[in-house]
């Protein structure tokens, strides 16, 4: 793709705390996201994925580096630039229920942002607001109704409806599905998929599920401790991972099918040993290596830098991302 | 499996929220059972009932506002509804077990894990409540360093290790039954999968009999050997794991599965299900699925199905369970 760009991140640095025990959330992401695409960022909690999403909508401090937005550097915008960048780039949450006033009409919060943008006459709002209820899949009517009216997925909905009202062309949605029952998170799933269709939307989509981010997105970025260990286009990812990380978190994942396919014939499961460890404790080498079941002499001494690996689509932070690449492309064969 | 020991005979269970005429009925007439050493899942989206059912299962249910309004719970052949203080102090903890969603609530905040383990321990079993004991059971879940351990506080100890604190004060007393009622949905995938092991383990060693209870297909699939789906208060379809999981024959455990994304296979469109779960002050005539139903045909709005076999233990209450063939 030779497009510029909608959204370029590099070398990107989120740092918490004094010197003496500092945290870093982010350090050192670099990633490009085009226009009508949409990028999963998946992990753990507590690797740095939610700080990514906020930081790159300038609600965290930057440490370092630069994000590009339709090739303008927004890390140093202030004041009327950086308000302008909020018209075009919006955030949907992940609790429906703790984002909204719930003293406020769901009318008014959403016209709340076309005051605060002075979006179109005033006399035209409440129209905007219905139209934009309408395109979440609500009842127009519904304007004059309170948060807790309203179910979790509805909420969700509203939430959307709120982010949409700016018509922004890139929304970072943080976990926007995880707290809804499953028929209501495909309902959600399939609106965030017709949205992005009907007004060309760029999505950065942080979610701990892997399944919902293959269902979604077409790119999948994996973090770990504040840095990207894999990426590349979901499909493939998912199908031939290239680090010992993404097969560990993959084969984590409880699967239907998968399982009742496993009764019939009992594998040994690739389980990775302990907890995420605390980001503020420095790690020599690989950040994985404590966990992983690959690690080495080696990995214990050397950071691995983020490589193409393969045909040139995926990257890899893993000094033996060939030999994993290839270990799952026999077993795809199979 | 061989056929074991009954150990738990839930029988035509009602359990009424409010009073009088404003009752709501949450659960309606659920009958299951669990069988000695055995893993039993409940799933349903929330608000079907899965925990409330769990939480009788012991009479832990307030009353009021709670009303068992009908049915039995036979523990060893004993009805626990009937049972006093005395002997549900004697059932709870010893008999039954139970493991939460949220481990860091339901840690005390202000005491070391010890002083909890050791209370667990204390009132069950008080010749044993030593350190020794302690450590025995934090190393038996598999916690690292655990005479150190003893000594935190819970917010010193993540979500993962939080849990299998939880599960070790559950396991203190050597239950025969644990209802874990969603254990692991608060927790990564990676630390989901170790805990999951561990409770398999455990059974395996103890013996124990599990309900497991999500919103999670995939974690029955992996885990149980019998799986009860709930909606709105009521079992719609029971049997073996193998059977229900794979050839559903409700239209809601379809809805349940397709609903899911998929790591494998086409990404595809997902189609989830319409609607949402009804609120028990409004509950619909008929098959209390029927508004949300793919199916739905005049007889669902009139009358409620009742089970039928579709073969062995495979249960199914829908008036259509054999159109839609086989998926």
């Known amino acids: 793709m030779s497009v510029v760009p909608l959204l370029e991140v590099d070398a990107l640095k989120v740092y918490y705390g004094a010197s003496f025990r500092q945290v870093r959330a982010v350090d050192g992401v670099s990633f490009r996201l085009a226009k009508g695409q949409c990028m999963g960022l998946v992990g753990e909690s507590g690797c740095g994925k939610s700080t990514l999403g906020r930081a790159i909508l300038r609600l965290e401090p930057i440490h370092a580096g630069s994000i590009r937005f339709n090739g303008a550097d927004i890390v140093s915008f202030k004041g009327v630039d950086l308000k302008a960048f909020r018209r075009k780039a919006q955030m949907v949450f992940q609790d429906p229920y703790g984002s909204l006033n719930p003293r406020m009409s769901i009318g008014r919060a959403i016209e709340e942002v076309l005051d605060v943008h002075k979006i179109g006459p005033r006399e035209t709002r409440r129209t905007r607001v219905s139209e934009l209820l309408e395109a979440v899949g609500l009842e127009a009517g519904y304007a004059g109704r309170y948060p807790h009216e309203f179910s979790g997925g509805q909420r969700q909905r509203i939430g959307i409806a709120r982010a949409l009202a700016v018509e922004p062309e890139l929304i970072v949605a943080d976990e926007p599905v995880s707290a809804l029952d499953v028929s209501v998170q495909v309902q959600i799933l399939n609106l965030l998929k017709d949205l992005q269709q009907k007004m060309n939307l760029t999505y950065l989509f942080v979610a701990h599920d892997l399944a919902v981010v293959r269902y979604i997105c077409s790119d999948v970025v994996v973090m770990y401790l504040g840095r990207i260990m894999e990426a590349g286009p979901s499909d493939e990812l998912y199908r031939q991972p290239a680090h010992p990380y993404t097969v560990a978190l993959l084969s984590a994942v409880p699967d239907v099918n998968r399982a009742l396919k496993a009764r019939k014939q009992p594998q040994d499961s690739s389980q990775v040993r302990g907890d995420v460890p605390s980001i503020s404790g420095s790690i020599p080498g690989c950040p994985f290596h404590p966990r992983c079941p690959r690690a080495e002499a080696r990995c214990r001494q050397e950071i691995p830098a983020l490589r193409i690996v393969g045909d040139g689509s995926r990257l890899s932070a893993c000094h033996f991302a060939e030999e994993v690449w290839e270990k799952w492309a026999v077993n795809s064969d199979q | ?327």
């Not at chain 2, 150990?7 to 299951?32: C, N, P, W």
């Not at chain 2, 020794?132 to 190393?139: A, D, I, S, T």
């Not at chain 2, 655990?146 to 935190?152: D, H, I, N, S």
């Not at chain 2, 007393?173 to 999968?193: K, S």
């Open chain 2, 1 to 327: 499996m061989p056929e074991r020991d009954l150990l738990l005979d839930v029988r035509g269970l009602k359990i009424e929220f409010g009073t009088g005429a404003q009752g709501l009925r949450v659960v309606d007439d659920l009958s299951f059972n669990v069988r000695d050493g055995e893993t039993v899942a409940l799933v349903g989206e929330s608000g079907c009932g899965k925990s409330v059912t769990a939480l009788a299962l012991a009479k832990l249910i307030p009353q009021p506002p709670g009303r068992f309004a009908g049915g039995e719970v036979l523990f060893g052949g004993q009805n626990v509804l009937s049972m006093g203080e005395k002997e549900l102090r004697r059932l709870r903890g010893a008999d039954i077990s139970y493991v939460f969603q949220e481990p860091g609530q339901s840690l005390n905040p202000v005491f070391r894990i010890g002083w909890q383990l050791r209370e667990a321990l204390q009132i069950h079993r008080p010749d044993q409540a030593t350190t020794e004991e302690m450590v025995r059971l934090l190393k038996q879940v598999g916690l690292p360093d655990p005479e150190q351990k003893l000594r935190a506080y819970p917010h010193e100890l993540s979500g993962g290790m939080q849990q299998r604190v939880m599960i070790a004060m559950a396991l203190a007393c050597r239950p025969r039954l644990l209802v874990a009622d969603e254990p692991t949905t608060a927790l990564d995938v990676t630390i989901q999968l170790q805990i999951l092991e561990l409770l398999k383990d455990l059974q395996r060693q103890l013996g124990m009999a599990v309900i497991l209870i999500t919103h999670n297909l995939g974690l029955v699939a992996d885990c149980a050997h019998r799986v009860n789906v709930m909606y709105a208060g009521r079992i719609v379809e029971a049997g073996p794991t193998e059977e229900v999981l794979g050839h559903p024959r409700h239209p809601y455990t379809r809805g349940l599965l397709e609903a899911v994304p998929k790591l494998e296979g086409s990404a595809g469109h997902l189609k989830g299900i319409d609607g949402h779960v009804p609120n028990p002050a409004r509950m619909p005539s008929g098959c209390k699925f029927h508004p949300r139903c793919p199916l739905c045909a005049e007889i669902c709005r009139e009358r409620e199905p009742a089970d039928e076999t579709v073969r062995e233990d495979h249960i199914v209450r829908c008036h259509f369970w054999q159109k839609g063939g086989d998926s």
